[in-house]
């Protein structure tokens, strides 16, 4: 140890290994399928109940639909009130959540092993006998319309329901926010909570990923207990259909009067998460804005300071999902911020990636592996994921291969297919009177005013029923 | 013995740093975690804000590091990293593939033992305008953003170092200096102020010594000024105090904090309890009563800060209806602190049951083992409070629940703070 030289990195050894077991896949009679990890270093079990369609499986103007669905499903079944539901998880020391992405409805209970048995028994009832009651309804319905106030109030929340809107219109489900909208909120009814959930809450829409100290011969009875009668097909999703074709770029502004920063998002509609351009895109936005280290962060934060952080995302689902870079900067720097994405998404797309820069983000996404995959809870995200976008389930066995197969040119390539920067949209929500004037002399493209979210109209009378 | 037994080790260096290794590898991973004892609570008047900007600072490059390469390392290690700074300390933490431990150590032992060298003008007009936009975004842009500003001013006096939060203000952000930084860091960033957890897979004693050889020569510094300002604190506030915001707020909202006793009390894991049994979980009393029963709440939020220094704090809000009058919400949430004179003994056992949940799922990562053990060697030189402290939670009865409610959360014991939305012309 004498000989530390304090002048440069240590020199480490080789990256550990890290194996998958095999994942078992199978169905049970009623048609679930499960997808089993077996592992043994806690006595917890974590499980996924997972249900094809979410928001993407109704139509945009039920928006919200399958969210409350799922927010629904614990208030009350034909043998338990919402409190005795929620009271037996906690007393099991258990957590049971629900909720509805765009692909894929989720029922997700963490639990001890040696409390599997009682806590299935509460999963397998919301799923199975859940009554809707009308008065939980009503306060529900009461609570989600409260949040889409909350949201309007919420620059970051604004700027995310407006980028939505503007890539993908009132047509189609990822225009909206899974949240719903009030006019959506307002319309829905019970009979589309129960019909949806007959068409999405069946054994044949659903998988079981169980992770934890579990093996098959153990979990198969304490399944079949639990879920002793439920059967039925329930109804595929259709597919989406196209989202509209893109716009000639344009900057939506939304005002903000006297906010202190501005919101920005740039991005259009990018591509589906059974892209073969996966592992380039993977890496490519890596560089662009996917680490701390990323080009769009090392700008705009640690050089000029514009923003307490940067960054950009594919966000791959079944059909294609958006492209989205943004930050919230100081107002001043609005349109330089601005001007300073476009010329990043722009370099990275037309200039060869540097070899060292290549490196780095491979180690980034290969190296990083095990620690995504370090709790129970991490594995489940892991599956959960692979199985609502339809990926095998050996895919993390061949990932470290994969994205040290990608070289430069690939990720060139897939730069110049997917950041089609001349048609991304850009949403600006600030302070408009500040903004505008320097945003239009970017000269970008035309600057568009878009409504800020109204406020409720008037105030609901208090809901209130007997109890 | 507990039901829980997480293995630890410890070790001090001569330059007075504790050192603790935990030892556990089902994950090819290794965290290390480095806390501080200094925080915001160590700031002198008109320097608020600045044990948060140094943080950023110590990311900014050390003599044999330059800006940008602490985080480049990392990740192109495969980690993850990052710091944060509360009242009472500030840690800074890696979790890396493991074998990439002497990256960390030898990252981490640079800034301590050779930051200023690095540091210039420059970093510090960055860095100071990355954390004046972090203030934006998390507080200012946000509505209901300067709940936890006048909170603190409510709770604790101006003479005392919880008055001001961490985030400082924009002033004496713009006057911070390099000489603040130098000084800041000759005071506060030395080996005996500092506990380091290495918690995975890792071997022991290869790991000691590599502590020592990276640790080791680093001089130990001084001992700590006394904190500045009047720290002791009378265990109530002494009265109903109050504040009222009307502005750009969507929903009403009220706000109640009260003083409880600070962490290090034996009676903390009591506060703990009881603010579980009143508002963590669907089957909690506000959840129930005001959410579901009254419906006067649309939700319900509960928090006890474990803070050292005179006073800890317990804080509940609940949020209304639009039109809700604020002084209907107030009278059921008070009136909901008064009720827990009844709290039965299942409910104590439910909050119990969810806190201890909550504590045990965080276990399975690395980088919490290692924070907490950091936590509990810093505050109260015993990294093994980790696996006692479920029994100390399970040893909060009925009694002393409702003792402490009666005793703590009233009417001589309240900041009040409420939002209302700001009517349409």
Known sequence: MDTLDRSRAPEVGTPPAMTFPEVED????????????????????????????????????????????????????????????????????????????????????????????????????????????????????????????????????????????????????????????RESLQALTRDDVVAFHRARYAPGQATLVVVGDIARAELDPLLASAFDGWSGLGVDPAPLSAAPAP???????????????????????????????????????????????????AKLREEKGYTYGAGSVFDMRVAPGPFEAGAAVATPVTAPAVADFVSEITRL???PVPPDELTRARNFLALRLPQRFESVDDVIRRLSELVAHVVPLDFYAGYVAAVGDVDAQAVGDAAGRHLPVEHMAIVVVGDRSLVEEPLRALGLGPVVVLEPPAPAAEPLPPVREEQ | MGILDIPFRRHRLDNGMRVVLSHDATAPVV???????????????????FAHLFEHMMFQGSLHVPKNRHFELVERAGGALNATTWYDRTNYFETVPSHQLELALWLESDRMGWMLPAMDQEKLDNQRDVVKNEKRQ??????????????????YPESHPYHHTVIGSMEDLDAATLDDVAAFFRTFYVPSNAVLTVAGDFDPERTIDLVEAYFGEIPQGAPLPDLPGETELSAVIGDTVRDEVVGEVPLPRVIVAMRIPPYSSDDFAVAEVTQAVLGTGRASRLYRRLVREKRVAKDVVTFAFPLLTGAGMLLSWITGYPGSRPED??????????????????????????????????????????????MFELYFDDPGRLNTEID??????????????????????????????????
Do not use: C
């Not at chain 1, 945009?60 to 927010?71: R, V, W």
């Not at chain 1, 073969?276 to 769009?296: C, E, K, Q, V, W």
């Not at chain 2, 200094?38 to 002198?44: I, L, Y």
């Open chain 1, 247 to 297: 716009a000639q770029r344009a900057i939506y502004v939304v005002d903000r009067a006297g906010a202190t920063q501005s919101e920005v998002r740039l991005g259009h509609v990018a591509v589906s998460r059974g892209t073969p351009d996966f592992y380039p895109l993977a890496l490519m936005n890596t560089i662009l804005g996917g680490s701390f280290t990323s080009r769009l962060n």
């Open chain 2, 138 to 155: 998390r507080y200012d842009n946000q509505p209901y953003g300067d709940w936890d500003e006048r909170i603190h001013r409510l709770v």
């Open chain 1, 26 to 181: 199978y169905r049970l009679d009623n048609g679930v399928r499960v997808v089993l990890w077996e592992r043994s270093a806690l006595p917890l079990v974590s499980l996924e109940l997972q249900l094809r369609g979410g928001a993407s499986a109704h139509p945009a103007a039920q928006a919200g639909l399958a969210a409350f669905t799922a927010d629904m499903i614990d208030e009350g079944t034909t043998t338990h009130t919402a409190l005795e539901i929620a009271d037996a998880v906690d007393v099991l020391g258990a957590t049971l959540t629900s909720s509805a992405g765009y692909d894929a409805s989720h029922v997700r209970l963490s639990i001890l092993r040696q409390k599997l048995r009682e806590g299935l028994a509460v999963l397998a009832d919301i799923v199975m006998r859940p009554t809707f009651p009308e008065a939980e309804l009503a306060r529900v319905r009461r609570e989600r319309l409260d949040q889409v106030l909350q949201r309007s109030a919420e620059p970051a929340a604004v700027a995310e329901d407006a980028f939505a809107r503007v890539l993908y219109g009132g047509d189609h489900p990822y225009g909206a926010s899974l949240l719903g909208t």
């Open chain 1, 349 to 351: 797309r037309d200039e």
């Open chain 2, 392 to 425: 100390r939670l399970r040893a909060v009865t009925p009694d002393e629940v409702r003792s402490f409610a009666a005793g703590r959360l009233g009417p001589d014991n309240r900041a009040i703070l409420t939002y209302v939305p700001e009517q349409e012309p």
């Open chain 2, 31 to 49: 965290a290390v975690n480095l806390w501080y004892g200094v925080g915001s609570r160590n700031e002198t008047p008109g320097h608020t804000g």
């Open chain 2, 329 to 374: 919400l107030e009278v059921a949430l008070t009136g909901e602190l008064e009720a827990l004179g009844d709290t039965a003994a299942e409910e104590v056992e439910r909050a119990i049951a969810v806190t201890e949940t909550d504590l045990v799922r965080s276990l399975e990562h690395a980088g919490e083992r290692a924070d907490l053990m950091s």
